[in-house]
């Protein structure tokens, strides 16, 4: 498994050629319509599996029976896959707690319900890159968000500030872009390039690269790092279950 990350600039200088374009020479439009299909991208290959990059098992506590989708200081839960009674990598019978999910969260029912900490494995909410070019006279608001060129990366403001570059942890987080995502956005961001041009034939080919680069990153993973996303749990439904 791969911790390594890429920076929007990257992408940028990956897919502009394709377009006829050097990422110095993109105009306004241009980027702007490049950033939309990034982030299309983006949220297809992050919901496509659970990549352990951006799906974590991790201990929080409930509140009033109910593990939210955000909570303060807390990475925001897109998806639950599993609710344990403790951490499924550290013993070898954990126990699936029952769960509903509601507008808030996931609701612990029945027996299993508890206010002691539980284990969650989750997906990470899929980032929306949007922000504008940093400055450093404006004003920024906690949840502001930000590009920052001298990194090449958006960034989200965390603590309200002025003058505090995005680098500076104490105010700003950064967006993390998994590297293993990076040749399929390339690919899917310039088919929706062609898409746009009204070249529909060259965007079909194109899609078909996007699909070969997902499915080699499948491989890679399953195959070469040999990933496993859980154990295998006991449930109410039988002794033993793979999630």
Known sequence: ???RTITYDRFLGRVAPYTGVQKSDLNTD?????????NRAIRYIWEYDRWPEVCTIET???SSNVIAWEQAGETAIESDFAIYDVDPHGTTAPVLQKYDLITS???LIDEDATTSA????YRHQVPDFYGDDYSATATYAADDQVYYDTSGEYYVCTAGTQGNAPNETAYWTKLSIP???????????YADWLRQDGQASKAALQDRTAVEALDKELDRLEREEGYQTAPQ????LSNYDNI
Do not use: E, Q
């Not at 241009?30 to 990034?38: H, M, N, T």
């Not at 539980?118 to 494995?121: A, I, L, S």
């Not at 749990?233 to 109410?236: A, C, D, N």
């Open 1 to 3: 498994m791969s911790n």
């Open 30 to 38: 241009d980027k702007a319509a490049l950033l939309s299909f990034f």
């Open 60 to 62: 929080r506590t409930p």
């Open 105 to 107: 969260g996931a609701k």
């Open 118 to 121: 539980v284990y969650v494995w």
């Open 179 to 189: 590297f293993r995502f990076i040749d399929y956005c390339v690919a899917s961001a």
């Open 233 to 236: 749990v006991k449930t109410h």
